[in-house]
């Protein structure tokens, strides 16, 4: 089943980064977005995946693709994950209003407080043209991602 969001411009939003600098989605036009979903900093699976995105080369020469991690944690939860985990892209933070961003893309769980573990690819243009959603449990794969890039 394929997300609402494929095919149309994606939902545009500005959050603070670990660094309390604020990114703007639609500032980024003209460069393919690939926006990665995840639930709690500091969890073990957040940790493999996110830890997994910084450490791949391919990821980052895969057609200049910006990646942006969003979580509902606080900006201090994110600068402190960045500060251990040597993380230096952005980590967003959909703290305040609670969850509004994740809500926007469909994927706010309300029970748990939580964005779903899910991922957009945005093109140049602010299209969406891929998204997967994967189970709490589920780690997603980087050579998910690269299909996707490479099929931009």
Not at 128 to 147: C, F, G, Q
Request: proline share 6%; hydrophobic share 45%; aromatic share 10%.
């Amino acid at each position: 089943m394929t997300h609402p969001l494929v095919g149309n411009l994606a939902p545009d939003f500005t959050l603070k980064n670990q660094n309390e600098e604020a990114i703007t989605l639609s500032d980024l036009r003209g460069t393919p977005v690939l926006v990665v979903f995840a639930p709690f900093a500091f969890s073990p699976l957040f940790d493999e995946e996110i830890g997994e995105i910084r450490d791949s080369g391919a990821l980052r020469s895969a057609g200049g693709v910006r990646v942006l991690v969003v979580t509902c944690d606080s900006v201090c939860a994110l600068a402190a994950w960045a500060e251990k985990s040597n993380y230096k892209d952005d980590l967003l933070s959909d703290y305040w209003p609670h969850g509004e961003v994740s809500r926007w893309y469909g994927i706010f769980n309300p029970r748990r407080g939580i964005a779903i573990r899910a991922s957009f690819l945005i093109g140049g243009d602010g299209v969406v043209t891929w998204a997967v959603i994967h189970a709490p449990d589920d780690p997603r794969s980087i050579d998910d991602y690269l299909e996707a890039i490479k099929a931009l």
